[in-house]
């Protein structure tokens, strides 16, 4: 059976990108070995993602999950119909208007590994929906005093249950199980 995780980076004040959603404070920190491992052993486990889109600017638009590095399939969510789409080894497949479908068809197709949902959005309503086992959290060391936030508007109180904590070079790595 799999485990609908949240998969995002995120800075310490809680934001997926900045006010333009440009996420450039993401990269070029310091990394530790022990920080790419964490990375990996998630990435390992991925079975399946769901993420929003906008009929198929994602993918022509270059952006892919993971920057196209996992060849899962790819449930994203959207408003009006369209045929599957078979790009680089990864197909990915339009659910439209109702995320407990986008989910149900990507822990099938996950099997026994990790669905993981991309963007505050998705991740917000999966949460509300009590869709969500686990929280993979990685912090980098930045305030944005504004952006895109995680979980802005979520609505409701959510009780966790931390797993893991690790910290290395600059990131600090948190996962926690969702509790119900």
């Given amino acids: 059976m799999a485990t609908v995780i949240v998969h ?5 004040d809680g934001y997926l990108a900045d ?27 991925i079975g ?6 906008n009929k198929t600017r994602t993918i022509e638009d270059g952006e892919l999950p993971y920057g196209g590095m996992l060849k899962v399939p790819v449930y994203l969510m959207t408003h009006s ?3 599957p789409i078979h790009h680089e080894g990864t197909t990915y497949t339009f659910v439209v208007d109702d995320i407990g479908e986008a989910v ?5 197709a996950a099997g026994d590994d990790w669905v993981s ?4 959005s998705i991740s917000r309503q999966c949460l509300r929906l009590g869709l969500v086992d686990e929280l993979h959290l990685d912090i980098a060391p930045v305030l944005l005093g504004s952006g895109i936030s995680l979980f802005e508007g979520l609505g409701q109180r959510i009780e966790l249950e931390r797993l893991e904590t690790s910290a290395y070079a600059s990131e600090t790595h948190l996962r926690y199980r969702v509790l119900r």
């Fill in 48 to 53: 399946a993602v769901v993420g929003g889109a």
């Fill in 8 to 12: 995002a980076t995120v800075t310490l």
């Fill in 81 to 83: 119909e369209h045929e």
């Fill in 19 to 45: 006010p333009d959603g440009r996420v450039d404070w993401m990269f070029g920190r310091p990394s530790a070995p022990e920080d790419d491992a964490v990375v990996e052993r998630v990435m390992s486990r």
């Fill in 117 to 120: 949902l991309l963007g505050g």
């Fill in 104 to 108: 149900a068809q990507a822990s099938r």
